[in-house]
Every structure is written in structure tokens, then in C-alpha cells.
């Protein structure tokens, strides 16, 4: 059985002390790790903080982003290495704001994948589809590209050990959700493509989120599809009760 994995992706929002006074209010809520796994991924700034304050609970952190060298002459940018040597767990990549906004490549996406698996972070990547890519009803050819450009090269161990998000662009920060069907299916068609490109066990292991204004309303009825092990929630994920009323739907 896969253990679902409900993350938040903070985006641009908190600081240090905010980061802080969150897991403070929420870490003696979280479901046993075993039953759901509860992340929480923050602003670089706030990786510190997050990780200090969730220690020794069932908080699971992430970063936001990474880049695909340890270390070097690329200012600005953080390195896997020492996600690692922090002792963060996961670490967002591809996301759509960060391929739209700053022009990542699936290639570049690849690159951190391998980046984040040879230092021991398990990559989150992201993919989906514009509205213009599905009113063409061109959204499984996207998404499946998406997937064999960003799983080129790995093994099929390290497959099984990551997570994939499938976040539709535009249902991203409109309110606009897919139906738990449309969800459904594409998360279906990404475990059929991992079947296809490595083999069913591996197929069977890999966790795929959801994402795309995901909230406490709809978490029960998508986390109940066969394909779906989880959530990516973007606005939800601010404030510590919705969090929490996420990462506690079983109950």
C-alpha cells in the first residue's frame, strides 16, 4: 500500500518567525507517518526555521527548489548537497510557476531529479497542462512528454522512490479545481506511463499527488481514487487548520 503524502507548497509566502509560530501550532496534530505523511515546503529563507521547529515530529520538510549542481559559481540558487546535509526530506521541482516564470526546461528538471536522488532528497516533480493544451484535448500527450523527459535516465529503484505531482496550470491559484474524474484519469495515464517505461511494481510503488486547488471540501472525494496518493495544495496550506483538516481527512 502507498501512504498517501498531503504537502504544502508555500510559494512566496512566510517569514522565518511565521514558519516558526506554524509548525509550532500544528506538529501535535499531524497523523502518525505511516497513515499520512504531512509536508510542509517553504520559501529557501525559510528552510532553517522549518526544519528546526518540525524536529522530532511527524513533519516531513521540503524546499521549494534546487538546482542541479552541489556547488559552484550560481549565485542565488540552493544546493541539493545541503538540502541533504539539513536534513530536508523532499524537494519540489518543475513546478509550472517555475517553468513558466523562469523558463526551466524538462531537461533542467532531469537534471535536478538525478541532482536531488544522488545527495538522498526525493524530488517532487511537478507537470500539467495548460487550459489553451486541454481545450485541445492535447493534455495526455503533454503530460506524458512531461514525464519520460523527466524520468530519462533513472532507475527504476530510484522511480519507485519518488513523488509525482500532476497539477493541471489551469487549475493553479484560480479556485478552479479539476473534477476528481479529470484528476483521476491523467494520474492514471502518468502510472500507466511509469508501467510502460520501467515495469508494474515499480508503476504500483510511485506516490502521484494532485494539485490544483486542493482544500479541505475536496481532499476526501479526489484521495479517493485508485491513482491519487495525495495532494500538492498551494493556498490551503497557510493557514494551520485547513492544514491540518487536510492532513487528517482519514479521521
Known amino acids: 500500500m502507498r501512504t498517501p503524502i498531503i504537502a504544502g507548497n508555500w510559494k512566496l509566502h ?60 550560481f549565485t542565488g540558487e540552493n544546493s541539493p548537497l545541503v538540502l541533504k546535509e539539513m536534513g530536508i526530506n523532499y524537494c ?3 513546478h509550472s510557476e517555475r517553468r513558466g516564470y ?42 506524458v512528454s512531461q514525464i519520460k523527459a523527466a524520468l530519462e535516465g533513472l532507475t527504476a529503484e530510484q522511480v519507485s522512490s519518488l513523488v509525482i505531482a500532476y497539477e493541471p496550470i489551469w487549475a493553479i491559484g484560480t479556485g478552479k479545481t479539476a473534477s476528481s474524474d479529470q484528476a483521476e484519469e491523467m494520474c492514471k495515464t502518468i502510472r500507466e506511463t511509469v508501467k510502460d517505461l520501467y515495469d ?9 499527488q494532485y494539485g490544483g486547488s486542493v482544500k479541505p471540501a475536496n481532499v476526501k472525494e479526489l484521495m479517493a481514487k485508485p491513482n491519487i496518493d495525495g495532494g500538492l495544495v498551494g493556498g490551503a496550506s497557510l493557514d494551520p487548520e485547513s492544514f491540518l483538516a487536510l492532513v487528517n481527512y482519514q479521521d
Not at 30 to 40: H, R, T, Y
Not at 102 to 125: M, Q, R, S, W, Y
Not at 200 to 208: L, Q
Open 92 to 94: 519540489i521541482i518543475g
Open 102 to 143: 523562469f523558463h526551466e526546461t524538462d531537461e533542467d528538471i532531469n537534471k535536478k531529479a538525478k541532482a536531488l536522488l544522488e545527495h538522498g532528497v526525493t524530488p517532487i516533480i511537478c507537470c500539467g497542462e495548460s487550459l489553451e493544451t486541454r481545450e485541445a484535448n492535447k493534455q495526455e500527450e503533454w503530460v
Open 200 to 208: 508494474e511494481a515499480t508503476s504500483d510503488n510511485i506516490r502521484i
Open 14 to 73: 512566510m517569514n522565518p518567525e511565521q514558519t516558526t509560530e506554524f509548525v509550532n501550532a500544528i506538529k501535535n496534530h499531524l497523523p502518525e507517518s505511516s497513515k499520512v505523511e504531512a509536508v510542509i515546503a517553504a520559501p529557501a529563507l525559510d528552510v532553517d526555521a522549518l526544519r528546526k521547529a518540525a524536529a522530532g515530529s511527524n513533519l516531513h520538510t521540503s524546499a521549494e527548489n534546487c538546482y542541479f549542481e552541489a556547488e559552484g559559481a
